[in-house]
């Protein structure tokens, strides 16, 4: 059968206690119709007490980050993400995705 969209296992912001969760870092897509659900269960993290890191990446869709390799606003966004994670776990990023990888000459 179907699965219930308020089934806190499916829909987590349907949880009724979101509390001692582990920090989030939630990023949502201007023009992904699932944005707005997005952002309230990033405001739900935060009202319940849990640490959360939430922005919204303006002119994209749901799903862009399949489109960094052909689209560079897309690969931007993906590159953004890679800092915030490579800071959140105290490692800085190597360097961002879509900059030119440095060959030596042989």
Do not use: K
Request: net charge negative.
């Amino acid at each position: 059968g179907a699965a219930a969209h308020d089934d806190p296992d499916i829909a987590p912001i349907h949880d009724p206690d979101l509390r001692g969760l582990c920090p989030a870092l939630l990023m949502t897509a201007e023009l992904d119709p699932l944005r707005d659900e997005g952002e309230a269960y990033a405001a739900a993290l935060e009202r319940a007490g849990n640490r959360v890191i939430s922005w919204r990446e303006t002119g994209l869709t749901h799903g862009f980050v399949h489109l960094a390799p052909v689209a560079s606003v897309a690969q931007e966004a993906v590159d953004r993400l890679v800092v915030r994670v490579s800071s959140l776990l105290g490692e800085p990023a190597l360097r961002p995705v879509s900059a030119p990888a440095v060959v030596a000459d042989a």
